[in-house]
């Protein structure tokens, strides 16, 4: 039986949980969303509480692509813009909508965990595509996209984290991006950008998305989860006018109108009220400072042998183990010892190599990061002893 709880994240007593990449609670601004819902309940059309328009509220559209005008060098007309339940809802729409059981689909490896899921629930044949510190290999990307043509099969995506990549933390080169997209417009192959990190940036922003460099063969989805609060539920997708206009003629929509409609007017209101830049600055200021205690503290705690590479961005920190070490085989000590982490084998779509840990360091307080780092310190020297 599924335990009851409020939240999905839970931290059980006596281990500091490294385990999930979730933004820190404490920065999240109850205040200011509480002001932004009382805007959207008290205007004077009530459109807040109504069946909501099915391509996402109309005032959030604009919002966005007025946002997204500021922050990046190509921003989308609304009607490249769907309003979606979260990142998530939005890629497990675009299966429902352009994917049939059995269909290959690419995904970079390593990649997002629970987007895995996503298309396993869907049925999806899953080819790991190889990449390195740097992200996703376009080499290994054209092998497999002839081996595919020659045995007449059209992978239906190609899906990647390109920017601050859960797990890896790694970020995906100009150069790459530009042979990435090259290779999507000879091959036609959709490309699913999962941009969900691009704004939280410690050092530099990131390169432009691959959706500037192939606009036809890319769908980048973004979301509100990190940079404001995962519960509201509110990401969007940006694609060719008639990829929107799909998802939004959808039954689901038409049926039960928008998704995340109320959560999507608060989050207008939020932006309307010109709050949105600030708590991003904020959120970068805190989780900067994080990543580098945190990233001091594993220097100074895990045996030299283990590597990672700082992370630019985004929520996590890769650590390969020394030779012959299994993360997961190691859990069971890791948590004994008061610390846990998800093993690299999540992963991978094949579920190769536990040679890595993935640790985030944005839930917890800085005290916790540093007692974190020590304690898994002492079990992988305790291993290697
Ligand atoms: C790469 C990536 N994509 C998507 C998500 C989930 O996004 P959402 O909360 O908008 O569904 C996460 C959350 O951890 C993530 O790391």
Not at 357 to 379: C, I, K, S, W
Request: hydrophobic share 45%.
């Amino acid at each position: 039986m599924i335990p009851l709880r409020d939240t999905q994240h839970y931290l059980r007593p006596g281990i500091i949980e490294l385990t999930w990449g979730h933004p820190d609670l404490a920065l999240f601004p109850t205040a200011e969303l509480a002001h932004a819902a009382t805007l959207a309940l008290t205007r004077t059309d009530r459109a807040a509480l109504c069946y909501g328009a099915d391509q996402g509220p109309g005032s959030l559209i604009a919002q966005l692509c007025a946002w997204l005008a500021r922050h990046e060098a190509h921003a989308p007309q609304p009607d490249q813009v769907f309003i979606a339940g979260g990142l998530s809802q939005g890629l497990d729409l675009l299966c429902t909508l352009y994917t049939s059981a059995g269909d290959p689909i690419l995904v970079d490896a390593p990649t997002y965990h629970l987007a895995l899921r996503v298309f396993r629930d869907h049925r999806l044949d899953l080819t790991p595509v190889a990449g390195d510190e740097e992200g996703l290999l376009p080499d290994a990307l054209a092998d497999l996209l002839s081996g595919l043509r020659r045995q007449g099969r059209v992978p239906r995506f190609l899906y990647l984290v390109p920017n601050f990549c859960n797990p890896t933390g790694a970020t995906l080169s100009l150069s790459r991006r530009q042979a990435v997209a090259a290779l999507a417009q000879e091959f036609d192959l959709m490309i699913l950008e999962d941009d969900v990190y691009r704004h939280l940036w410690y050092d530099a922003p990131p390169p432009p998305p691959l959706s500037d460099l192939a606009p036809a063969h890319v769908i980048r989805l973004g979301s509100f989860s990190k940079l404001l609060a995962p519960g509201l539920r509110v990401g969007w997708l940006i694609a060719a006018p008639e990829i929107v206009e799909r998802c939004a003629r959808c039954g689901l929509m038409d049926s039960g109108g928008g998704i995340s409609h109320f959560a999507g007017h608060v989050v207008a209101a939020f932006m309307e009220l010109g709050l949105l830049d600030a708590h991003v600055e904020k959120l970068r200021a805190a989780y900067r400072s994080r990543r580098d205690l945190f990233c001091a503290a594993l220097a100074r705690e895990l045996p030299p042998d283990c590597r990672w590479q700082t992370p630019a961005g985004g929520f996590f920190v890769w650590v390969r183990l020394p030779h012959g070490m299994d993360s997961a085989a190691l859990l069971p000590d890791a948590e004994a010892a008061g610390v846990s982490y998800v093993p690299g084998t999540r992963f991978y779509a094949d579920r190769q190599s536990s040679s890595h840990m993935r640790l985030a360091f944005t839930l917890l307080p800085p005290e916790e990061l540093v007692e974190g780092a020590r304690r898994l310190g002492a079990v992988l020297k305790t291993a290697t002893a």
